[in-house]
């Protein structure tokens, strides 16, 4: 085989992956958009978010969010592409957990036992469980139909990894309008919460991405 033809069949086998990498980003850049059309119409910003963005607290739940979103999305398009590993990006997503169970045990360590069940329930469980999956159908939607033009060996993981990351994105918008910036609050129902999301988009997953 000759160099320029060799060349040519690279390319060509090229540029699928690159149409379908670009067709993620702008799919998930809709979703977010979406997701905050959607926080923004319906359930807004605290109240005290100046003062609050003042807490570490507050910083590391919407940081430890934005994160489980990001290394999410990063997992999801490498699971739509033939042919590649997406184990680095899951190796990432174990350090989300790690992190909110260090900030639990360090809340644990400071807190007075007496407060632990306060801070576990906090005030706005319910509203936490309800708004955060709201807020992913359009990320999760989004994040499925991009997955649709790629083609992920295993469905399933490839729509669990679209509902965390759809998940994420939610939690990252709700976190700036929670009252609960307790590590405890947030490993519990944020966690909750996500999950759903995740495995929501692993059975729509099974059934939708299957090629």
Known sequence: MRTDEFIRILAADAAPLRSFRSRFAVMLACGIAIAALAFFLVVGFRHDLFQAIRSMRFVFKTVVMLALGMIAAGAAIRTGEPGTNAGGWMRGLVCIPMLLAGAVALELIVTPRIDWLTHFVGHDALRCM????????????????????????????????????AGGI??????????????LFVATWFSLATLIVAASGYLMGRRLLAW
């Open 130 to 165: 309800t708004l955060i999956p709201f807020l992913s159908i359009g990320p999760l939607a989004c994040l499925l139909l991009a997955l649709r033009h790629g083609a992920p060996a295993r469905p399933d993981l490839a729509g669990a990894m679209a509902g965390l990351a």
């Open 170 to 183: 939610a939690a990252t918008f709700y976190a700036t309008n929670c009252a609960d910036d307790s590590p």
